[in-house]
């Protein structure tokens, strides 16, 4: 276990529906990142967040955004969702920028 | 796409052999990381190096961070079954924001009894 929980754990819902996936980071980060993880492309960084600001941000689509609110917890959320964006969505935690990050389980999204 | 080189992509070996990997790139790094994920699980964290030529060993896996700062290696000795699973490599780029990292496509390892 690595002190990082996602919620929900499975969610299926239709296209152009929008959903929203939780994190809450490992106690004591301050670093909240989100990854894609399909079949065919590996883990994708999407963004990263620090003590509630972003700070980097990888190829996430303008359908998607994130927020790190003030509990530090974080929020991805996914609009006008497409079959495509099926995949394993990560999010990960980090005691600053250059530390090591600990992944959680996972949300697996389906889109149908 | 991806960043990284990762190889091999697979590996089928028996039990009590060692396993090699590793990750190039033509870009600089500054850190290495080394994960193991199991089918519908979060990759779990196995080795951090934060120093060119650094060797770190955890259990029977060791890694080392390339010389050249463009590589990384990871060896498992002696495996055993439940070695088995995809190994991910990530580096941070010294061009790339701090926390931004790079994944490889992964080693699948396959350990036979």
């Known amino acids: 276990d690595s002190g990082v929980t996602q919620t929900p754990k499975h969610l299926i819902t239709a296209t152009g529906q929008r959903v929203t996936l939780r994190c809450s980071p490992r106690?004591?980060?301050?670093?909240v990142y989100w990854y894609q993880q399909s079949l065919d492309q590996g883990l994708q960084f999407l963004i990263h967040?620090?003590?509630?600001?972003?700070?980097a941000k990888g190829n996430i689509l303008e359908r998607f955004s994130a927020q790190q609110f003030p509990d530090l917890h974080s929020e991805l959320n996914l609009s006008s969702l497409e079959l495509g964006d099926s995949a394993l969505y990560f999010c990960?935690?980090?005691?600053?920028?250059?530390?090591?990050?600990?992944f959680g389980p996972g949300t697996r999204l389906t889109v149908t | 796409g991806q960043q990284l080189n990762q190889s091999p992509q697979s590996m089928f070996i028996q039990e009590g052999e060692d396993v090699s990997m590793n990750c190039t790139s033509s870009?600089?790094?500054?850190?290495w990381l080394w994960y193991k994920q199991d089918p519908g699980e979060g990759p779990v964290l196995l080795i951090a190096?934060?120093?060119?030529?650094e060797l770190t060993s955890n259990g029977r896996l060791t890694a080392q961070f390339g010389i050249t700062r463009k590589d990384s290696f990871l060896n498992i000795s002696a495996s055993i079954p439940s070695d088995v699973g995809i190994y991910f490599c990530?580096?941070?780029?010294?061009?790339?924001?701090?926390?931004?990292?790079?994944f490889g496509a992964g080693t699948q390892v396959v350990v036979t009894p």
């Open positions: 990960a935690s980090s005691v600053g920028d250059l530390h090591e990050q600990y």
């Open positions: 106690s004591g980060d301050l670093s």
């Open positions: 870009s600089i790094f500054n850190t």
């Open positions: 967040y620090y003590n509630g600001e972003e700070r």
């Open positions: 190096l934060y120093k060119a030529g």
């Open positions: 990530a580096g941070q780029r010294t061009t790339d924001s701090w926390g931004k990292f790079q």
